[in-house]
Structure formats: structure tokens, C-alpha cells
């Protein structure tokens, strides 16, 4: 089994700035490429950002280049997203979804094998 745990969302004002963490049970969650979205209130979930196994590759959607940064460190079997200047409509419940083999398109939530329990980010004006 994989279980992926979020944590360090919280109440910001706008233009602050948080970090969440994605921490992964197993060994094999370094081989996992891994997904970050976000569902606003009444809202369909959308993709924020990807990171790839390795980290060497990385992809975000638009709304969200030059202010979150993902990385990872595989040797603690966890994922971060960085979020900066963040704005009231960063607001939003956000996910961490791992997919084990197979081709990886980072935006497809249905790609995805395995997700976390999520944690809320309010960005207040």
C-alpha cells in the first residue's frame, strides 16, 4: 500500500506564503511521479503542479508559474509545494496524488493511483 499525507495548510493573507508537504509511506514512492491539485469550494479539482521521479522535470498549470515551486526529496519520501504571492483564489482544499508506472500526463487527475487525504489553504484579501 501507499498512503500519501498532506500537512501545512493554514489561514494566509494575501501575498504571503506557505509550504505544503506530501509525506509517502514505501520505498517504492521514489519511483512515483507525483501530482499536486486543488478543489475550491463548489468547484471541479484542477492540477497545480507535477514533479516527475527523478525532480528533474517539473510542470505547473498557468495560473500558478512563478509563485509555486514543487520539488521533492526521495530520500525523506516526500513531495513539497511552495506557494508564494498567494492570492484569495489560491484558496482551496489541495491534494497530493502519486502514479505508479505506466505514461504520465501530469494534469489528468484519473492518471493517478493514489491521493492524500488533502489539506486546506484559505488566503484571505
Known amino acids: 500500500q501507499v498512503q500519501l499525507v498532506e500537512s501545512g495548510g493554514r489561514l494566509v493573507q494575501a501575498g504571503g506564503s506557505l509550504r505544503l508537504s506530501c509525506a509517502a509511506s514505501g520505498r517504492t514512492f521514489s519511483t512515483y511521479n507525483v501530482g499536486w491539485f486543488r478543489q475550491p469550494p463548489g468547484k471541479e479539482r484542477d492540477f497545480v503542479a507535477g514533479?516527475?521521479?527523478?525532480?528533474?522535470?517539473?510542470t505547473y498549470a498557468d495560473s500558478v508559474k512563478g509563485r509555486f515551486t514543487i520539488s521533492r526529496d526521495n530520500a525523506k519520501n516526500t513531495v513539497y509545494l511552495e506557494m508564494g504571492s498567494l492570492k484569495p483564489e489560491d484558496t482551496a482544499v489541495y491534494y497530493c496524488?502519486?502514479?505508479?508506472?505506466?505514461?504520465?500526463?501530469?494534469?489528468?487527475?484519473?492518471?493517478?493511483?493514489?491521493w492524500g487525504q488533502g489539506t486546506q489553504v484559505t488566503v484571505s484579501s
Open positions: 496524488a502519486a502514479k505508479t508506472g505506466g505514461t504520465w500526463y501530469p494534469a489528468n487527475y484519473m492518471h493517478y493511483d493514489y
Open positions: 514533479i516527475n521521479w527523478t525532480g528533474g522535470i517539473s
